[in-house]
């Protein structure tokens, strides 16, 4: 389909910025050898190639045993080891702390369980508190969990918490952001280099900021919040190598979800997942949260992409602080490489019950649908409204099934109502939308992507058919747990609201 074995090609090496990239130097991924691996993880579609040593160079400064990867280098920072090898047990220095509304009060209780009821945090500075959940809800302990988050709040004094109080009107909580994943990145949170840890599997998502991210449990962060230290073992590295021009009618989505299909729901257990590639390098930084945000569904222990200067640029606006970006070493050593021509990939879908479930959206066109969701951290940023209103305007026509939009943050639902959809005379997608028939903007949240109480926007009641932009369509997943949930890029999903049908977006893009 898409991706095959091939000789070695040079990849467009790192865009320098003004930034210091520290005292080890950084050889371009052009100078990795390769040869075959005799292991095929598909018979179909792609071969596994693993690196060969190469000869080793002294550093500019100090001496190198072996070359690192990313995150090994950055595991090797936040512990102040000169060197990891995956396999290694190292306490790490945690740069941040992501908690939310579900998992904050256990970790909370945790915390105070085992450092006592009047302990201090680490940092008040490095903890984020982020209700963002089960917040639209008249379920009263749903409501109870963000009294709790606010009221420990208070008593540390945490610099950092987007707290909501009028659930009758999110606009009326200028603190209140969203879903913690894309608010992270929005504040200014993530930064090249450093070590985010959150209480949900998909705070992998941070990964696209060249830093090390992944979910821990209540335990480990109760712990956290007591030390900023963590016990990890360093993930040995799977390398994706994209390259080719991306076809206008593909998205972030279809690429993470060809992965999946190629390695399984455990293909990537407890790996690091790196992704370079003119691919990747030509992605926006909210594409390449996409790609990073669901490595966990893979298994993957953290994604990451080389910072550079989109992701500079991007964080111009978000952070004053100053960070410093590593990149894998020419001699770093990988498990297994993947190379993948994306110009050749056609849109997907992860059919039910399961992410790895691939198939071609073309192969599913007589999969009648009773509904399309677009939202979530994987599929409700403002580039994913963007793409879904830029189809319906080509298309011209109204959508035939329920199609619910839930933006990801209050950002998100702003830039809905006031940015110009590029072609359409200076609509905006709320516009786009109105005219096609969607349901009018919901208030941002995690919404029905993990069904969630019964009254949450959007949930699946009844054994329905659903389009979701979300990231997992297990059984009872956006509710109901005999519904049927196929996983689509926001194209895909827009082109299934239009015909009821699920559908090739190139139906209307071409």
């Given amino acids: 389909m898409a991706s095959s074995l091939v000789s070695p090609s040079p990849i467009p090496s790192f865009i320098g910025n003004k930034k210091s990239l520290g005292s080890s130097a950084f050889p371009s991924t052009s100078q990795i050898a390769i040869r075959k691996c005799k292991k095929q993880v598909s018979k179909k579609i792609v071969s596994v190639m693993a690196p060969q040593q190469s000869e080793r160079k002294p550093a500019t400064t100090g001496s190198v045993k072996t070359g690192m990867t990313m995150t090994e280098k950055i595991l090797a920072r936040a ?35 085992e450092f006592g009821e009047n302990a201090k945090v680490w940092d008040r500075e490095k903890v984020v ?32 918490f987007y707290d909501i109080k009028d659930l009758g ?16 990145a929005q504040e200014g949170h993530c930064r090249p280099g450093e070590v985010l840890l959150g209480t949900d599997s998909h705070t992998c998502t941070a990964g696209a900021f060249g830093q090390f991210a992944t979910g821990i449990g209540n335990t480990d962060a109760g712990f956290v919040l007591g030390t900023g230290k963590l016990l990890l073992k360093v993930p040995p590295t799977l390398r994706f190598v994209m390259d080719g021009e991306m076809p ?12 999946i299909g190629e390695i399984s729901v455990a293909g990537a257990t407890y790996k690091s997942m790196e992704f370079v590639g003119t691919t990747v390098e030509s992605l926006n930084m909210e594409e ?10 893979a298994g993957g222990k953290n994604g990451v992409v080389p910072a550079d200067s989109t992701t500079f640029k991007y964080l111009e606006e978000k952070t004053s602080l100053p960070y410093e970006p590593v ?10 490489e993947y190379r993948f021509d994306i110009s050749k990939l056609e849109p997907l879908v992860a059919k039910p019950h399961s992410p790895d479930n691939r198939a071609l959206a073309r192969e599913c066109k007589d999969v009648k649908i009773d509904r399309v969701y677009i939202g979530s951290c994987t599929g409700g940023k403002t580039e994913d409204f963007l793409a879904a209103a830029k189809l319906f305007l080509a298309s011209g026509k109204k959508v035939k099934v329920p199609t619910f939009l839930v933006p990801a943050t209050q950002k998100v639902w702003l830039d809905l109502y006031t940015l110009p959809v590029p072609g359409s005379g200076g609509k905006t997608m709320s516009q786009i939308f109105e005219e096609a028939g969607c349901d009018t903007p919901a208030s941002p949240s995690c919404g029905a992507c993990l069904g969630g109480p019964k009254d949450t926007y959007a949930r699946m009641n009844e054994p329905k058919v659903c389009v979701s ?13 005999e519904g049927q949930i196929y996983l689509a890029s926001p194209y895909t999903a827009a082109a299934s609201a239009l015909t009821g ?6 139906e209307f893009l071409q």
């Fill in 79 to 113: 512990s102040e080891k000169p060197q990891l090898t995956p396999g290694d047990n190292v306490w790490v220095n945690v740069d941040i702390l992501m908690t939310h509304d579900v998992c904050g009060p256990g970790s909370i209780g945790i915390f105070k369980k």
């Fill in 129 to 160: 508190i982020i209700p963002d959940h089960y917040i639209f809800t008249s379920d009263e302990r749903a409501n109870r969990n963000v009294d709790i988050l606010r009221d420990f709040c208070t008593e540390q004094n945490i610099k950092y």
């Fill in 169 to 184: 009107n999110f606009k009326a909580n200028p603190d209140y952001k969203g879903v913690c994943h894309v608010a992270l």
């Fill in 248 to 259: 206008p009618y593909l998205l972030a989505k279809d690429l993470i979800l060809q992965i």
């Fill in 288 to 297: 390449r949260m996409t790609l990073c945000n669901m490595v966990v569904e």
């Fill in 327 to 336: 990149y894998s070493d020419a001699q770093a050593s990988f498990l297994s």
């Fill in 469 to 481: 932009t979300t990231n997992r369509n297990f059984p009872g997943r956006m509710g109901h747990k």
């Fill in 501 to 506: 049908y699920v559908t090739d977006p190139r």
